[in-house]
């Protein structure tokens, strides 16, 4: 099959989505896509998020669990745990969802509709494909949230290799899928740093050109 490239969203279209998403369906919804968007887990490894691999005083979140069609398993889809350093965003959709369910011990994230843990991704989906039907945003499939969390990290100017760790890629995933968005975050960085160890300064060489 042919692989689909990432088709992310960009940062004001993740608040139309954000927005429309608290408007119709609540805080808590809100919420789940807020740290989906931000914090780039794979959606079974979100809904199989745990309370004890979270830790808010650092802002830290051990992933080492999935959840597919109902069956944990102790691993991920690529058979390899991950620490994720918490952005901003990302923690703070956790320290409101604290006072939600850290009180019931377990899963991180519960479905509102049912008050019980999410199983699969179909109520996640119905919520999502309502709201962007009602925003001005093009349709993408909720496993976009995951690529934008990495296309908003690397264009902040984050390193591709922490992005890479952060999300479970490999260094060759992140520079074939992701490269064009490098260059947004360089903002002349990385010829700055090839002009000084050469030892001209960058105006030398661009009149030089």
Known sequence: ??????????????????TTIRRQWGDEFHDYFEFSMFAGLRASEQIALLWEDVELRTGRVLVHRSRV??????????????????????????????AR??????????N??????????????QVWTRSLRSSQVRYR??????????????????????VANQHGHSVQVMMR?????????????NLATVNAALGAPSSHLKSAI
């Open 1 to 18: 099959t042919q692989k689909s490239k990432p088709d992310p969203f960009s940062p004001a279209e993740v608040e139309e989505i954000l």
């Open 69 to 98: 069609m109902g069956k944990d398993k102790e691993r991920t889809k690529t058979h390899v745990e991950r620490e994720v350093e918490l952005n901003a965003r990302a923690l703070g959709a956790l320290q409101r969802q604290r």
């Open 101 to 110: 369910t850290q009180a019931m011990g377990k899963e991180v994230f519960y």
């Open 112 to 125: 509102p509709a049912t008050s019980r843990a999410y199983v699969d991704e179909q109520k996640q989906l």
């Open 141 to 162: 499939p909720p496993k976009e949230c995951r690529d934008t969390s990495v296309t908003l990290a690397l264009m902040a100017g984050a390193n591709p290799v922490w």
């Open 177 to 189: 899928d992701y490269a064009k968005w490098i260059p947004n975050a360089d903002r002349g960085s």
